[in-house]
């Protein structure tokens, strides 16, 4: 299984900017998809932007235009851009790769963002 490790995360006034980072354990460059998704208390968790082995991304309407996700297969990492902060995107954001042919799942930990109003 593939390990995540996550940072970045921390505390940001609205309209603020954050990366988040997350540096894997294998050769990203193999992996079928990275992604990060985000959980709030009392709330599902979501995606919020996903990267497939091809370059493609992907974005909720929420983040979309905000959040951009790229990665560096030199550095096994994959990164979250996280612009224009609001305070409903006070999470705990968690990275996530699907490896394999039958598409494990692995998750990092989770790094918290708190954005302040």
């Known amino acids: 299984q593939v390990q995540l490790v996550e940072s970045g995360g921390g505390l940001v006034q609205a309209g603020g900017s954050l990366r988040l980072s997350c540096a894997a354990s294998?050769?990203?460059?193999?992996?079928?998809?990275m992604g990060w998704y985000r959980q709030a208390p009392g709330k599902q968790r979501e995606l919020v932007a996903e990267?497939?082995?091809?370059?493609?991304?992907n974005y909720p309407d929420s983040v979309k235009g905000r959040f951009t996700i790229s990665r560096d297969n030199a550095k096994n990492t994959v990164y979250l851009q996280m612009n224009s902060l609001k305070p409903e995107d006070t999470a705990v954001y968690y990275c996530n790769a699907m490896t394999g042919p039958y598409l494990q799942s692995s998750w990092g930990q989770g790094t918290q963002v708190t954005v302040s109003s």
């Open positions: 294998g050769s990203i460059f193999s992996f079928n998809a």
């Open positions: 990267i497939t082995s091809g370059g493609s991304t």
